[in-house]
Nanobody, 123 residues
């Protein structure tokens, strides 16, 4: 079983930035396809950003131009850089690894979810 771990959440003021990290397995593990999701109270989990498809990373319309996703020097680490944060970005953010891509859409792997990290945007 590959463990997926997120980190980097916290409390930030509107307009601020946070960087979330996702690490899967050990240093020997390579993350190809992965996605960042978020779930706000009372809402369904939604895809925020995904990487590893045939083209460029994909982003939800609500975060385009504000969020970026990148790979770390270690092949098992991926980052979500969140800028210009808004109160509506408040949610628990989850990393999913080893998902699949189909028709330009990322489908999560049910067996490789992290435990989530809380992001709160508030003044």
């Amino acid at each position: 079983q590959v463990q997926v771990v997120e980190s980097g959440g916290g409390l930030v003021q509107p307009g601020g930035s946070l960087r979330l990290s996702c690490t899967a397995g050990g240093s020997w593990f390579t993350i190809n396809a992965m996605g960042w999701f978020r779930q706000a109270p009372g809402q369904q989990r939604e895809l925020v950003a995904a990487i590893g498809g045939d083209g460029s990373p994909k982003f939800a319309d609500s975060v385009k131009g504000r969020f970026t996703v990148s790979r770390g020097d270690a092949k098992n680490t991926v980052y979500l850089q969140m800028n210009s944060l808004k109160p509506e970005d408040t949610a628990v953010y989850y990393c999913n690894a080893l998902g699949t891509w189909h028709d330009g859409r990322y489908y999560p792997n049910s067996g490789y979810w992290g435990q989530g990290t809380q992001v709160t945007v508030s003044s």
